[in-house]
């Protein structure tokens, strides 16, 4: 699938498909999200969807994403969870270490893998596996997603050749810069708390 087929699909179908697939992504399959973003950014630029709007919807819907993987995680157990990671050819290490941030950092382990990404599956069904703390968890969620889809909305801006679009709206772009690196930094600060009790 390309940019400019999955751009026709949201020309035709607007916010419930990346709605959709987002949704889809954020229970850990994998897909074309970032495609999706570009497409949306391209769209953005042109005026036909609006950056807070599209980086609400990739927030929302990957975060409700993640509590279907997490209960296909606490329903399946760890039967479902290797067959998937083994589907996936994801290493044993990139389990391991899904596990060992779940131990070390419980609920936020799930924002860690959302940045880094090749974690990202182990980390959702692992923590309905593991029983991790549903509240915690939906936390963790909401802020790694939060700063991924910012990251990937703006990527899409750029990628839609807008620095007029960018200039025209510098102050958002600013705001929305400084909450992620807040957000980022609070996050970087409990880890390391954490880190140094562990």
Same mark, same amino acid.
């Given at each position: 699938?390309?940019?400019?087929?999955?751009?026709?699909?949201?020309?035709?179908y607007?916010?419930?498909m990346?709605?959709l697939?987002?949704l889809?992504?954020?229970?850990?399959?994998?897909?074309?999200?970032?495609l999706?973003?570009?497409a949306?950014?391209?769209?953005?630029?042109?005026?036909?969807?609006?950056?807070?709007?599209?980086?609400?919807?990739?927030?929302?819907?990957?975060?409700?994403?993640?509590?279907?993987?997490?209960?296909?995680?606490?329903?399946? !157990?760890?039967?479902?969870?290797?067959?998937? +990671? *083994?589907?996936?050819?994801l290493?044993?290490? %990139?389990?391991?270490? =899904?596990e060992?941030?779940?131990?070390?950092?419980?609920?936020?382990?799930?924002?860690?893998s959302?940045?880094?990404g090749?974690t990202r599956?182990?980390?959702i069904?692992?923590?309905?596996?593991?029983?991790?703390?549903?509240l915690p968890f939906i936390?963790?969620?909401?802020?790694?997603d939060?700063?991924?889809s910012?990251?990937?909305?703006l990527a899409?801006? !750029?990628?839609?050749?807008n620095?007029?679009? +960018? *200039?025209?709206?510098?102050?958002l772009?600013i %705001?929305?810069?400084? =909450?992620?690196?807040?957000?980022?930094?609070a996050?970087?600060?409990?880890?390391?708390r954490?880190?140094?009790?562990?």
């Amino acid at each position: 699938m390309t940019t400019v087929q999955v751009r026709d699909l949201l020309v035709l179908y607007g916010y419930p498909m990346l709605f959709l697939a987002s949704l889809i992504e954020g229970t850990g399959m994998p897909g074309p999200i970032e495609l999706f973003f570009l497409a949306s950014g391209f769209l953005i630029a042109r005026g036909d969807m609006m950056l807070v709007v599209v980086w609400a919807i990739g927030t929302t819907g990957n975060v409700l994403g993640n509590l279907v993987g997490y209960g296909i995680g606490r329903w399946g !157990g760890r039967p479902l969870f290797y067959r998937v +990671v *083994r589907r996936l050819h994801l290493k044993q290490t %990139a389990v391991e270490r =899904a596990e060992r941030w779940f131990k070390s950092f419980g609920g936020m382990a799930q924002a860690i893998s959302r940045l880094v990404g090749v974690t990202r599956t182990p980390a959702i069904l692992g923590a309905g596996v593991m029983h991790a703390p549903l509240l915690p968890f939906i936390i963790g969620s909401l802020i790694g997603d939060a700063i991924w889809s910012m990251f990937w909305t703006l990527a899409g801006v !750029g990628v839609g050749a807008n620095m007029p679009f +960018v *200039r025209e709206h510098e102050s958002l772009a600013i %705001a929305l810069a400084i =909450a992620v690196i807040v957000v980022g930094g609070a996050v970087w600060y409990i880890l390391q708390r954490r880190l140094r009790r562990t």
